[in-house]
DNA sequence: GCTATTGTTGGACTCAGTTCATTATTACGC
DNA sequence: GCGTAATAATGAACTGAGTCCAACAATAGC
């Protein structure tokens, strides 16, 4: 059988887990869904499900995953010498675009249904970070020349930010939601033109 | 209640459970640590560990909490129609400056300790999720006539991204680190300034 | 068909975190 | 001092996530 990029084997298991996840989310809620509940109703063994997902909780974030395995791969291709900043905006607004209304994250949806407030934060801050590592594997070699690791590393997490911010706000607008790219596009560009130059003086 | 041993009261176990969690990680990593070790050596039960702390974790971000709150009394006292940005860098270098080479997070130099990388981070990223909240709770209230939810989220967040880099690269500076302001300074600033304007052209 | 690879499984385990009723300790009014 | 109300500490029992592992099943390639 093939692997992702992750390593996770890639079968019918998967989507299997993802539906009777989604089902029973809906029925009663994310805290009082065990995984053995959903593996039941998968019809798997428990221990099938830690084949495919590290937690439960990566459940709630299949589409942010997937948009920054997407943006991974688009900076991947990204030529040397191309002026760094603009570069990165554009696959940030590549990658949203790729994002429709049937992609909002179980987390946003169903955020009134998870109950544990703490872990559902907890668990988007995980993506937040790995959304951070790969701008700043983007950046580092890039400006390595020129700009220390606070430079970098404060870029990154900044942009990250902002990109989540575009998410969480684009998830709960709802049915009134404008497409993806425009969200991110205002938070990235408040990002990189600056704070004091938006919405001061 | 306990008493030390020369049986004298104590009010509360707290300091006692963070000095017997600091041994214990010393001495053996963090995640070789468990709850029921930490009481144990503070000559407690294992329950009181929980009227003290949350988690487990929140031995390792003491410093970043008590800065955290700091930033939140002290955003608390600007007052109305002073300029947003220019209040918010000054509370932050305020606050970054009460923090000295003894308040290093122990999350930072007990890396190589912790052994459980994901939960170090996860739990880490709680402390960015509180950060950003406590900014975003100052600037709601003082942007909402001009902005919408988005800008005031996404300027958030990236502060909050800014400053946890901050903190980061201080601490791994390790014995050669300068001041926490100048990291947090520079940081800020890059935010405050603008990507583009800061690293392109 | 044979075999190496990959996927699935259950069982036993550790430990974080919760709940709750009970008991100790302290603070305080008198 | 004494009694009492508030607060802190405690143990016991529980839930459920996540890990480890060895056995077993399915499949693809040959």
């Given at each position: ?33 065990t995984i053995e ?42 030529p040397q010498g ?21 992609r909002v994250p ?96």
């Open positions: 059988m093939r692997h992702d990029s992750v390593g996770r084997p890639r079968s019918s298991s998967r989507g299997i887990l993802e539906d009777a996840a989604l089902e029973l989310f809906i029925e009663q809620g994310y805290a009082a869904t509940h959903i593996t039941q109703r998968a019809g798997v063994g428990r221990t099938t499900f830690f084949n495919y997902f590290e937690s439960k909780s990566d459940l709630l974030w299949l589409e942010v995953d997937a948009g920054i395995d997407r943006v991974i791969e688009e900076l991947k291709m990204v191309v002026p760094v900043i603009a570069a990165l905006r554009e696959v940030l607004l590549v990658v949203a675009a790729e994002f429709g209304v049937d179980l987390a946003f949806t169903q955020g009134e249904l998870i109950g544990s407030e703490a872990e559902a934060t907890a668990s988007g801050l995980t993506r937040f970070a790995r959304r951070a590592d790969s701008l700043a594997g983007f950046l580092a070699p890039r400006l390595a020349d020129t700009q220390g690791e606070l430079v970098v590393l404060a870029a990154a997490n900044a942009l990250a930010g902002a990109v989540s911010a575009a998410w969480e706000v684009w998830a709960r607008d709802g049915i009134a939601r404008r497409p993806l790219t425009e969200y991110v596009a205002d938070a990235v560009d408040l990002v990189i033109t600056g704070l004091g130059h938006s919405l001061e003086q």
